[in-house]
């Protein structure tokens, strides 16, 4: 690989780790934790019935799913492969929930 062409390569990371990777967790953010967070707060509002419950049953598993949400945001963002998007789902849903876990045996 000659110079020039390793210094353009170099000049598209901050972009590829900066850009990309927060418009895909913005939109992995979105789509789990605030879409669940609406879902359950009209689930609120139509009172106490199966409808209602169901819906509030819905967003708290939408807001669960956070971590696994911005993991495939940013694997698709960053245009990876398909068992590399599935992968970051099962690792984005277990980085947010294993920080309990993990602090715990640090301290």
Do not use: E, H
């Not at 000659?2 to 590829?16: C, G, M, W």
């Not at 605030?34 to 359950?40: E, F, K, N, S, Y």
């Not at 598993?61 to 698709?76: E, F, H, N, Q, S």
């Amino acid at each position: 690989m000659d110079k020039v062409t390793f210094v353009n390569k170099l000049k598209k990371l901050p972009s590829r780790w900066f850009i990309d990777a927060f418009s895909g967790m913005a939109s992995g953010l979105f789509c789990t934790l605030i879409a669940g967070t609406i879902i359950a707060q009209i689930g609120s509002w139509c009172g106490d019935n199966v409808f209602a419950n169901v819906l509030k049953y819905f967003g708290s598993i939408a807001k669960m799913l956070m971590g696994a949400g911005i993991g495939v945001g940013i694997a698709y963002k960053l245009n990876c492969k398909p068992l590399v998007i599935f992968s970051a789902a099962v690792t984005g849903l277990i980085g947010a929930f294993a920080g309990g876990a993990v602090n715990s045996l640090c301290t």
